[in-house]
């Protein structure tokens, strides 16, 4: 009988440490830990930790969310695992135990937990929308050169300092330059 934990975070940018820890202090001789969003079926630390646990194991997660993409996942999931004998402990619920309680309490909590990832993805949409609307905004990724920078690089070639120099000189790509020099010309700045 062995007390396996099961960790995960949703984005790399996230640290398991924390889950590790609360796993190791309850006890868990083996941990499997990934970095995976919850919707996403492709968990493949998670798929194996199900193929080894038997009969008498007993499998902890920190949160219910942890290892269910959805509520329905959630209670399927505990429902195979009750029945073939392995215990489900979530650390902030308790003991998942095979009774109409049990079940009645396992649903609430999934259905919660599942209420919450929603406003969250709701309220990350709302934020975005909210970021649109200054004239400002710019979706992706923050730029690595200033305006400042673009432009003194454009002004080199403007000079007749070929692309190669002008790459030597200030270290931006050809592409980046060849990019701002098309943008240049499309605001009719030329």
């Avoid at 194991?57 to 219910?64: A, E, F, Q, R, Y």
Wanted: proline letters at 2%; one cysteine or more.
């Amino acid at each position: 009988m062995t007390k396996y934990g099961y960790a995960r975070v949703s984005s790399i940018s996230q640290d398991l440490d924390i889950q590790i820890e609360q796993l190791k202090k309850e006890g868990c001789d083996i941990i499997y830990s990934e970095k995976f969003t919850g919707m996403s079926s492709d968990r493949p630390e998670f798929i194996k930790l199900l193929e080894v646990l038997k009969e008498g194991d007993t499998l902890t997660v920190t949160k219910l969310d942890r290892f269910a993409r959805s509520a329905e996942d959630g209670v399927s999931l505990i429902q195979d695992l009750l029945a073939k004998g392995i215990n489900v402990h979530i650390l902030n619920m308790g003991l998942v135990e095979d009774t109409p309680m049990g079940r009645l309490i396992l649903r609430m909590m999934l259905a919660f937990a599942e209420f919450d990832r929603d406003m969250v993805v709701e309220r990350l949409a709302e934020g975005k929308e909210a970021a649109r609307q200054n004239p400002n905004f710019r979706e992706g990724r923050k730029p690595t050169y200033t305006k400042k920078q673009i432009d003194h690089a454009l002004g080199l070639l403007d000079k007749n300092y070929s692309y190669t120099q002008v790459v030597d000189l200030t270290g931006i790509s050809k592409s980046t330059l060849a990019r701002a020099r098309r943008k240049q010309r499309a605001e009719g700045r030329a």
